[in-house]
């Protein structure tokens, strides 16, 4: 079973950046695929990012496209999602989540098995 730890998040001011980080407690981190979702108060947790095992493959909601990039580092056991040109609807806490099933990229927040605890991304006006 996977630990996922996320970390990185906090308060930025909009047009700012971060960078969250994921980290996997398993050695066998290249087994699966991963994904970032969000969720802002009130709202449904939404799909963010996903990449597959290697990194050959991603893929973005059309929200984030052009200003977040996932990655990952399978020899660190580390998913990476850079954030920039941050807006204030960004704001959400955000989550990693890894998929059994490495080769192929989901949208599904239930198609993942495991979860990390989240953390929090403000984004001031």
């Known amino acids: 079973q996977a630990q996922l730890r996320e970390s990185g998040g906090g308060l930025v001011q909009a047009g700012g950046s971060l960078r969250l980080s994921c980290a996997a407690s398993?050695?066998?981190?290249?087994?699966?695929?991963m994904g970032w979702f969000r969720q802002a108060p009130g709202k449904e947790r939404e799909f963010v990012a996903a990449?597959?095992?290697?990194?050959?493959?991603?893929y973005y909601a059309d929200s984030v496209k052009g200003r977040f990039t996932i990655s990952r580092d399978n020899a660190k056991n580390t998913v990476y999602l850079q954030m920039n040109s941050l807006k204030p609807e960004d704001t959400a806490v955000y989550y990693c989540?890894?998929?059994?099933?490495?080769?192929?990229?989901?949208?599904?927040?239930?198609?993942?098995?495991?979860w990390g605890q989240g953390t929090q991304v403000t984004v001031s006006s």
């Open positions: 398993r050695r066998t981190f290249n087994s699966y695929a």
């Open positions: 990449i597959n095992w290697s990194g050959g493959s991603t």
């Open positions: 989540a890894a998929r059994v099933l490495r080769w192929v990229i989901s949208t599904f927040g239930h198609e993942y098995d495991y």
